[in-house]
């Protein structure tokens, strides 16, 4: 793994409909290494590899959950909403980079424990009760961080045994293996579209302008999907184990899946030697779906999907064998899905 390309990926910020920087950095890394290349009108970036065959799309998001300010108050403690899904408890305490007229560091506070009532302490922490205090009074910051200002969480990215673990692996874990895929590919036997979609966190939007513009007869999805094998949890809802391979989608809350391609991706995994794990994800959905029943024609679609433990927190956690086997599979798809037999 290039986890120096991986920290850069993760550390560009990418909130919700302000992708720009991340993707930025994406063109940067892939101009030499497609055909064609494009920003839509919704801010996707859209990579081609020319070939005959199949239109494949295969869709990684670009943006990470994050929050906006809506207000500063009297006492210089920014009020915020946020753009994703989100735990409280996983963000007290937590440093984030507000990106105003100013990049600023902020941390997000809370009443303190030693002053909370005996029922605060029992009950479970509210987004509307959180703050962010960035060390400046109220007539600066209002000056520096307007309503609407996108606030990204401050998280590096480290190795930790065999494994990683930082903020906003969701998604770009996925990002990078697209990225290296698209980088290692030695050919390609269809009419490739790698898609770096914008707004999945906040319903699916950029992928479904892109679906709609590509028109794929084939969709994947590169996300993450849960890894719940901690302590505490039931083994029918694992989902998948870390360390296990790459996941191939069965089914999420969004989608049930193209039998015959995962059947196909199951065979050129074990025809190249790559560990993978049948995902079956009873909640959430990915851009997988946009690219199956929106389109008006729809296609044929899966996903390969990257074990994450503690997912939307600053500290979700992949291991380093799951992503190869990623690149992997994901490589061997742009090489050889044009063989897929659509029947």
């Known amino acids: 793994?290039?986890?120096?390309?991986?920290?850069?990926?993760?550390?560009?910020?990418?909130?919700?409909?302000?992708?720009?920087?991340?993707?930025?950095?994406?063109?940067?890394?892939?101009?030499?290494?497609?055909?064609?290349?494009?920003?839509d009108r919704m801010g996707n970036l859209i990579v081609r590899k020319k070939g005959n065959g199949p239109k494949v799309m295969a869709a990684?998001?670009?943006?990470?959950?994050?929050?906006?300010?809506?207000?500063?108050?009297?006492?210089?403690?920014?009020?915020?909403?946020?753009?994703?899904?989100?735990?409280?408890?996983?963000?007290?305490?937590?440093r984030v980079r507000i990106h105003g007229n100013e990049?600023?560091?902020?941390?997000?506070?809370?009443?303190?424990?030693?002053?909370?009532?005996?029922?605060?302490?029992?009950?479970?922490?509210?987004?509307?009760?959180?703050?962010?205090?960035?060390?400046l009074k109220a007539d600066k910051l209002k000056e520096l961080v307007p309503n609407g200002t996108p606030i990204t969480r401050d998280k590096d990215l480290v190795k930790m045994g065999d494994c990683i673990t930082s903020k906003s692996l969701d998604n770009r874990i996925s990002v990078y293996?697209?990225?290296?895929?698209?980088k290692q590919a030695e050919s390609v036997n269809s009419d490739f579209y790698g898609v770096f979609t914008v707004q999945e966190e906040v319903g699916i939007r950029?992928?479904?302008?892109?679906?709609?513009?590509?028109?794929?007869?084939?969709?994947?999805?590169?996300?993450?999907?849960?890894?719940?094998?901690?302590p505490g949890v039931s083994d029918h809802d694992k989902?998948?184990?870390?360390?296990?391979?790459?996941?191939?989608?069965?089914?999420?809350?969004?989608?049930?899946?193209?039998?015959s391609l995962v059947s196909y991706l199951e065979k050129l995994a074990n025809a190249e030697s790559i560990p993978y794990q049948r995902e079956v994800l009873t909640a959430g959905g990915t851009d997988t779906s946009a690219m199956q029943y929106l389109m008006g024609i729809g296609s044929h679609v899966s996903s390969i999907s990257c074990p994450v433990r503690y997912i939307?927190?600053?500290?979700?956690?992949?291991?380093?064998?799951?992503v190869e086997?990623?690149?992997k599979l994901a490589k061997a798809c742009i090489e050889q899905i044009g063989s897929y037999n659509f029947k």
């Open 177 to 182: 293996i697209l990225v290296e895929a698209l």
């Open 312 to 322: 939307h927190s600053t500290a979700e956690t992949c291991a380093i064998s799951d």
């Open 60 to 94: 990684a998001h670009l943006d990470e959950i994050s929050l906006i300010s809506t207000n500063v108050d009297s006492d210089g403690f920014i009020r915020f909403s946020t753009l994703g899904g989100f735990d409280a408890e996983t963000l007290i305490t937590q």
């Open 1 to 39: 793994m290039d986890i120096d390309l991986l920290k850069r990926i993760v550390d560009a910020p990418g909130a919700p409909g302000h992708e720009q920087p991340v993707r930025d950095l994406i063109i940067s890394i892939l101009k030499d290494h497609v055909d064609e290349l494009s920003v």
């Open 239 to 259: 989902c998948t184990l870390l360390g296990e391979g790459i996941g191939i989608k069965v089914m999420d809350k969004s989608i049930i899946c193209t039998p």
């Open 103 to 135: 990049t600023l560091t902020g941390v997000i506070g809370s009443k303190p424990i030693h002053i909370q009532s005996d029922t605060e302490k029992k009950s479970k922490s509210k987004l509307s009760d959180l703050f962010i205090d960035a060390g």
């Open 325 to 327: 086997a990623g690149i």
């Open 206 to 230: 950029g992928a479904r302008v892109a679906a709609q513009a590509v028109q794929p007869e084939i969709g994947l999805a590169l996300d993450v999907t849960l890894a719940n094998d901690v």
